[in-house]
C-alpha cells in the first residue's frame, strides 16, 4: 500500500549502458515528477507530467526521456549513461497541477555510473 | 525567478533543547511553503506546509512554521529535540509553473 514506489531502489551501471527507472502512484494524483539529488543532496527538478501530458522539461539532456502511460505512472530512460548521472532520483506526485498540497515522494533510487 | 536560502548547512543541538531551522525564500506572489525532512537513504516527507491564514502553522513530529512576509522567512521550529529528529531537512516554495524549488538543505545533528 505504498503511495509512491519506485523500483529499482539502487541501479549499478557500467558507462555508455541504458537503463529505466520506474514510478507509480496509488494516490490518485494528477501530476508527477521526477527530481535528481545530487551528491551535495541539492534537489532540482527535472521533470513534471500532468495526466500523461508533459508540463515542465528543466534543462535536461536529452538522454534523458520521460514517458507516462497513464496519469499513475511515470519512468525514466536514460540513454548512454555517464559518470555525472550518479545521484538519487526522486520521483514524487502531487494532486493539484501547481503542486499547492506539496508533494508525496518516492523512497528514491541511487543511480551509481561506473 | 523562485529562491529559497537555507543559511546553515550544519546546526548541532543537543537533545532536549530547542531547534530552530532557518529559510529565506524569493518569489513573486504568495508562496505557499512547505517543510520536508529526509532521514539517511530515504525519500522526503512532507512536515507542514503554509498557503494563507494564520502564519504559525503546526505540522508532525511536534514541528511548527511560522512565516514572516516582511522578512521573507518560514523558520521551523521545535520546542524540544529528540535523538530521532537528526536528519536533513528541506524547505521549499512554490507554486509557480507547477513545481516546487528547494532550498540545499539543513543537516540537523542531535547529541546526546
Known amino acids: 500500500d505504498t503511495a509512491v514506489s519506485q523500483t529499482p531502489k539502487y541501479l549499478v551501471t557500467q558507462m555508455g549502458n541504458d537503463k529505466s527507472i520506474k514510478c507509480e502512484q496509488n494516490?490518485?494524483?494528477?501530476?508527477m515528477y521526477w527530481y535528481k539529488q545530487d551528491s551535495k543532496k541539492f534537489l532540482k527538478i527535472m521533470f513534471s507530467?500532468?495526466?500523461?501530458?508533459?508540463?515542465i522539461n528543466e534543462t535536461v539532456p536529452n538522454r534523458f526521456s520521460p514517458k507516462s502511460p497513464d496519469k499513475a505512472h511515470l519512468n525514466l530512460h536514460i540513454n548512454s549513461l555517464e559518470l555525472g548521472d550518479s545521484a538519487v532520483y526522486f520521483c514524487?506526485?502531487?494532486?493539484?497541477?501547481?503542486?499547492?498540497?506539496?508533494?508525496?515522494f518516492g523512497s528514491g533510487t541511487r543511480l551509481t555510473v561506473v | 525567478a523562485q529562491s529559497v536560502t537555507q543559511p546553515d548547512i550544519h546546526i548541532t543541538v543537543s537533545e532536549g533543547a530547542s531547534l530552530e531551522l532557518r529559510c529565506n525564500y524569493s518569489?513573486?506572489?504568495?508562496?505557499?511553503l512547505f517543510w520536508y525532512v529526509q532521514s539517511p537513504g530515504q525519500g522526503l516527507q512532507l512536515l507542514l506546509k503554509?498557503?494563507?491564514?494564520?502564519?504559525l502553522v503546526q505540522g508532525i513530529k511536534g514541528f511548527e512554521a511560522e512565516f514572516k512576509r516582511s522578512q521573507s522567512s518560514f523558520n521551523l521550529r521545535k520546542p524540544s529535540v529528540h535523538w530521532s529528529d537528526a536528519a536533513e531537512y528541506f524547505c521549499?516554495?512554490?507554486?509557480?509553473?507547477?513545481?516546487?524549488?528547494f532550498g540545499a538543505g539543513t543537516i540537523l545533528r542531535v547529541k546526546s
Open positions: 494516490l490518485g494524483h494528477d501530476t
Open positions: 521549499a516554495v512554490g507554486p509557480r509553473g507547477n513545481k516546487l524549488v
Open positions: 507530467y500532468n495526466n500523461k501530458e508533459l508540463i
Open positions: 514524487a506526485s502531487s494532486q493539484e497541477g501547481g503542486g499547492a498540497d506539496g508533494y508525496t
Open positions: 503554509y498557503f494563507s491564514g494564520d502564519t
Open positions: 518569489y513573486g506572489a504568495t508562496p505557499y
